[in-house]
Nanobody, 121 residues
């Protein structure tokens, strides 16, 4: 009933920037907290950033000061602006969100399919 689709990944040189998007669609009444995660090859998925319903933001120490999470409520989209990218930022980036559907059913932990970010010269 609800789904998330990430986009914006790609290959970028160290020090470069990318902006990821996570668009929600489906039977949406409201969207609660939205989060970004990433998973590098051979590693566990790790939390990157969150944005709450009121718009408060939180970041992992590894990305603080370089990444910025925002959301466009009109378009049900969350963004992750990534600056000063490093090779260790290479990973598949996923978004996750909690929803209230039009049927007033709470749906938690909906994941997108991921988008690949590769930082390499």
């Amino acid at each position: 009933q609800v789904q998330l689709v990430e986009s914006g990944g790609g290959l970028v040189q160290p020090g470069g920037s990318l902006r990821l998007s996570c668009k929600a669609s489906g039977s949406i009444f409201s969207i609660y907290n939205m989060r970004w995660y990433r998973q590098a090859p051979g590693s566990q998925r790790e939390w990157v950033a969150s944005i709450t319903t009121p718009g408060d933001t939180y970041y992992a120490d590894s990305v603080k000061g370089r990444f910025t999470v925002t959301r466009d409520r009109t378009n049900n989209t969350m963004y992750l602006q990534m600056n000063s990218l490093k090779p260790e930022d290479t990973a598949v980036y996923y978004c996750k969100a909690d929803f209230m559907t039009l049927s007033r059913v709470r749906v938690s932990d909906v994941w997108g399919q991921g988008t690949q970010v590769t930082v390499s010269s």
